[in-house]
């Protein structure tokens, strides 16, 4: 049974920093790209980023990029969301979720971890 | 960017009323269009993908429909469980959208 389980959310104030882990297990984690996924309190989805199966192309979103970085580690089944300089506005339940890969039939997002919360405030 | 803009952003209907939502997209994205659902508090849920096809598991109530700019969810004869968000998201591009979401509540 795939599983995404997503962890490190918090409270911190701004200007800090924050790591996001999301453990994968149920499936080959080595061939599918994967992305992080947020949504602000009673707002809808926003997404962050992504990164190929190996872990060779990341693209963000305009609004973290250069204070976020996203990684993986295939050994270990999984990825991280390094974030830095966090601001109020990057309040928001944070997501993983299962991404592309050239053979799940056109699918994306097929799965979604149950999100950790992350709140930027003094 | 390849935006993404969805309409209604709220809709009010009965069970058994037949439902459309209505994404469009900024430039062609083929069909490479995915339809969610998330209800408070859960992760959203893929209904459809590739545009019309439907995910496993999922009732066959809900289809897709559209292709290149112009999309559409419906719902053929709403149910107590399907009062929900939907969203609808491109992945055309390696850099993902979403539209801005329809809230589906109880008229």
């Known amino acids: 049974e795939v599983e995404l389980v997503e962890s490190g959310g918090g409270l911190v104030q701004p200007g800090e920093s924050l790591r996001l882990s999301c453990a994968a297990s149920?499936?080959?984690?080595?061939?599918?790209?994967m992305s992080w996924v947020r949504q602000a309190p009673g707002k809808g989805l926003e997404w962050v980023a992504n990164i190929k199966h190996d872990g060779s192309e990341k693209y963000y979103v305009d609004s973290v990029e250069g204070r976020f970085t996203i990684s993986r580690d295939n050994a270990k089944n999984s990825m991280f969301l390094q974030m830095n300089s966090l601001r109020p506005e990057d309040t928001a339940v944070y997501y993983c979720?299962?991404?592309?890969?050239?053979?799940?039939?056109?699918?994306?997002?097929?799965?979604w971890g149950q999100g950790t919360l992350v709140t930027v405030s003094s | 960017d390849i935006q993404m803009t969805q309409s209604p952003s709220t809709l009010s209907a009965s069970v058994g009323d037949r439902v459309t939502i209505t994404c469009r997209a900024s430039?062609?994205?083929?069909?490479?269009l995915a339809w969610y659902q998330q209800k408070p508090g859960k992760a959203p849920k893929l209904l459809i993908y590739?545009?019309?096809s439907l995910e496993s598991g999922v009732p066959s109530r809900f289809g897709g429909s559209g292709s290149g700019t112009e999309f559409t969810l419906t719902i053929s004869s709403l149910q107590p469980d399907d009062f929900a968000s939907y969203y609808c998201q491109q992945y055309k591009s390696s850099s993902r959208t979403f539209g801005q979401g329809t809230r589906v509540e109880i008229k």
């Open positions: 979720a299962r991404d592309w890969y050239d053979g799940n039939s056109g699918r994306d997002f097929d799965y």
């Open positions: 430039q062609s994205i083929s069909s490479w």
């Open positions: 149920g499936f080959t984690f080595s061939v599918y790209w």
């Open positions: 590739k545009a019309s």
